[in-house]
């Protein structure tokens, strides 16, 4: 019985044992959602060799799982997690890939009237005002911190019955919000892939506050010996390419440019 | 309706024999019977050792294993997270984000539960044998062995409750695992992954051919065991 339960256990190890050039990268799951990494991924093989395994997870368990060495990279959009990252060490640099934005939706009777916005802070006013029922990602993910930094932008405190924090992905919080006709803060391309819209409808973007920047973060090898630096440099150089350029600038959603590249 | 699309895509995955849908229902299946092989060949001869060993730690072992039947799988997912990851004590071993991180997992989660069934089979076995066995001076090893052989169609129903939670459980092999495509991603997780898109016909889809491949499984089970055909019950 001990040599079939070892033989079993040995069985599945080898099973998993690694294959050349695979390297693990965090990524927020707007990243994902948007469907641009099925893009990016098949060309990156081909080009590199190099076959990305992604960990689709909000920005805070990207830095987690940077910061304990489980991934070899990290590409996210929450500039001040990515500085404390850095500021610990945990990161070798910071490489600014794209941005996209950020947007209101709500349900299109649009009670709250935030369709009149003149900013971002004064969509965010009216809802408060109109105590319209609001979803928050409320998982420290970039974009729930975005969405906190823009209520204290706004000098507003969201508290009660009608501020709603799931605590969810993206996709969950959007499901929530249709669920609930409420009005919830997404990034463009989850919006725009999301599958279940329901009566919801984009109602408000454009203010240059709304602007995601993506970048990426090569863990430190100094704190983690592990890490494929070497696969995470060939892939930064990759990203920053002229391909990459093109991939991204030309990735539409229903004729909509979602990403905008500015690497440097 | 919802319900009625989701049925749809599920027969045109299955008709077209969708290369992803094949690779993760493959993939799933190995981590769950790697798991169950595990966790059975742990679980059983403990449950059978329970029956039949008088020990003075036995009444509250048997209490902790049947209290553990209901662990919630994120914990154990999380636990196992933390023991594996990079900084954990078992770091160096890389297995984080595996699919023998998933394996792991499952058979933790899977033990307490065939253990429990099974040694609650076992010991009404044992009370019919009891007399014989101990008669005929046989050892311990031999009244265990005894028992997990003439109460296997038991036991077989132990390990399908095993096989159950196993196959349909995603708190843990999600945290574990990552969901990487073609790497760690299975049913359960490709079904949260679709909700979260809000693919909810892609998702119910894939919970269709979760069933099915868990019935299949199951009758397969009985078939090869011959259950349910006279013999002895």
């Known amino acids: ?264 | 309706m919802e319900i009625w699309s989701g049925i749809t895509e599920a027969f045109w995955l299955l008709v077209t024999l969708d290369a992803d849908l094949v690779e993760i229902t493959l993939r799933s299946l190995y981590v769950t019977l790697t798991a169950l092989v595990i966790a059975s060949a742990i679980a059983l001869p403990l449950g059978a050792l329970l029956a039949v060993r008088r020990f003075r730690a036995r009444r509250i072992t048997i209490a902790v294993l049947n209290a553990l039947m209901g662990l919630p799988p994120v914990v154990v997912g999380l636990i196992v997270y933390v023991l594996l990851s990079r900084s954990g004590p078992f770091g160096v071993l890389g297995l984080l984000f595996t699919p023998t991180a998933m394996i792991i997992a499952q058979v933790i989660i899977i033990v307490p539960l065939i253990a429990s069934i099974a040694h609650q089979a076992l010991r009404e076995l044992w009370s019919d044998y009891h007399d014989l066995l101990i008669s005929m001076n046989t050892t311990q090893a031999q009244r265990v062995q005894a028992l997990l052989w003439d109460g296997r169609r038991a036991l077989l129903t132990a390990s399908l409750a095993g096989f159950g939670r196993a196959i349909g459980e995603v708190g843990a092999i999600m945290v574990v695992g990552g969901n990487i495509d073609h790497h760690t991603r299975v049913l359960t997780t490709a079904i949260a992954l679709e909700t979260g898109k809000g693919e909810f016909a892609l998702a119910l889809g894939l919970g269709f051919v979760l069933i099915a491949m868990a019935i299949a499984v199951n009758l397969a089970i009985h078939v090869i065991g011959r259950t349910e055909r006279g013999g002895r019950w």
Not at chain 1, 89 to 110: A, C, K, L, Q, W
Not at chain 1, 244 to 250: E, P, T
Request: negative net charge.
């Open chain 1, 1 to 264: 019985m001990k040599r079939t339960i070892f033989a079993a256990l040995s069985a599945a190890l080898l099973a998993t044992g690694a294959i050349a050039d695979e390297m693990k990268l965090a990524v927020t799951t707007s990243f994902h959602n948007s469907g641009l990494s099925d893009i990016l991924l098949p060309r990156i093989k081909e080009d590199t060799g190099i076959e990305v395994q992604l960990l689709v997870v909000g920005t805070g368990q990207a830095i987690k799982l940077g910061e304990a060495g489980d991934v070899d990279a990290i590409l996210v959009h929450s500039r001040k997690a990515e500085d404390g990252f850095l500021a610990g060490g945990f990161g070798t640099h910071r490489r600014e890939i794209m941005y996209n934005d950020f947007v209101f939706i709500g349900p299109s009777t649009d009670a709250a009237h935030v369709a009149e916005a003149e900013s971002a802070a004064n969509a965010l006013a009216r809802i408060m005002t109109a105590q319209a029922p609001f979803v928050s990602r409320g998982d420290d993910s970039g974009t729930h911190k975005k969405e906190l930094s823009l209520w204290a932008a706004a000098e507003i405190a969201p508290e009660g019955a009608w501020y709603k924090a799931v605590g969810a992905g993206m996709g969950a919080a959007l499901n929530t919000a249709a669920g609930l006709d409420a009005y919830i803060m997404a990034d463009r391309a989850s919006w725009l892939n999301f599958g279940n819209k329901g009566n919801l409808a984009l109602l408000y973007a454009g203010d240059p506050i709304l602007f995601n920047q993506y970048a990426y973060l090569p863990v430190n090898p100094d704190k983690h010996e592990h890490v494929e630096t070497e696969l995470a440099a060939k892939l930064e150089a990759w990203l920053v390419s002229d391909t990459a350029k093109a991939l991204i600038n030309d990735y539409k959603i229903n004729g909509e440019t979602l990403f905008v590249f500015n690497a440097k």
